[in-house]
């Protein structure tokens, strides 16, 4: 089962806003409402942000939002802070046989 | 609140097996949840190795299937992962997790600090 697609970067200015996006196929992101999203500070553990498409964990803010169409999810950071400069990665059910996929990551720069 | 703790050997040779524990405090394994193992090779991004359920129900990523084994063991509130065979392709941060709801198999909220294991000759 191939990786899900993130581009490698995204930026924005504090307060603005920016939208990862991540693709699969109709295996996964398209076949299965289980698209999460994990923020990762360097040296950190990754941090759940998002499940099941849309859903945020307790703590987290609500200017992390997601959605999903078709094949591909997306992440949107509203009302960019420093705080938010990290790496973001989505995952995604792949079926019973794989089970969980990730995408390769994007690194988020607030300039 | 729910902590883990990774502990392991670090430092391996090619083909030796590799035994990681999570020592889970704050919560009790036996009571539910998803339990499960995803590791980072350096400069690289995530991949999960495989999920055990708290009765011991388990699922594996099927690349690494036919090397690796997830056990719980509740008396001592851990659980575990072995890979045999390891190369030097599975050096890596390897965290334990636990899952956000106890229903759910794949999405991970609480996580341990995470363990380096470096495979080399």
């Known amino acids: 089962q191939s990786a899900l697609t993130q581009p490698p970067s995204a930026s924005g200015s504090p307060g603005q806003s920016v939208t990862i996006s991540c693709t699969g196929t109709?295996?996964?992101?398209?076949?299965?409402?289980?698209v999460s999203w994990y923020q990762q500070h360097p040296g950190k553990a990754p941090r759940l942000m998002i499940f099941?498409?849309?859903n945020r964990p307790s703590g987290v803010p609500g200017r992390f939002s997601a959605s999903k169409s078709g094949n591909t999810a997306s992440l949107t950071v509203s009302g960019l802070q420093a705080e938010d400069e990290a790496d973001y990665y989505c995952s995604s059910f792949a079926g019973e046989n794989n089970l969980l996929i990730f995408g390769g990551g994007t690194k988020l720069t607030v300039l | 609140q729910v902590q883990l703790q990774e502990s392991g050997p670090g430092l391996m040779k090619p083909s030796e097996t590799l035994f990681l524990t999570c020592a889970v405090s704050?919560?009790?394994?036996?009571?539910?949840?998803?339990w499960g193992w995803i590791r980072q090779p350096p400069g690289k991004g995530l991949e999960w190795i495989g999920t055990i359920f708290y009765n011991g129900d388990t699922y594996y990523n099927p690349s690494l299937e036919s090397r690796i084994s997830i056990s719980i063991d509740t008396s001592k509130n851990q659980f575990s992962l072995t890979l045999s065979s390891v190369t030097a392709a599975d050096t890596a941060v390897y965290y334990c997790?636990?899952?956000?709801?106890?229903?759910?198999?794949?999405?991970?909220?609480?996580w341990g600090q995470g363990t380096l294991v470096t495979v080399s000759s």
């Open positions: 997790a636990r899952s956000v709801i106890p229903a759910t198999r794949i999405n991970f909220a609480s």
């Open positions: 099941a498409v849309s």
């Open positions: 704050g919560y009790s394994i036996s009571s539910g949840y998803h």
């Open positions: 109709s295996s996964d992101i398209g076949g299965y409402d289980y």
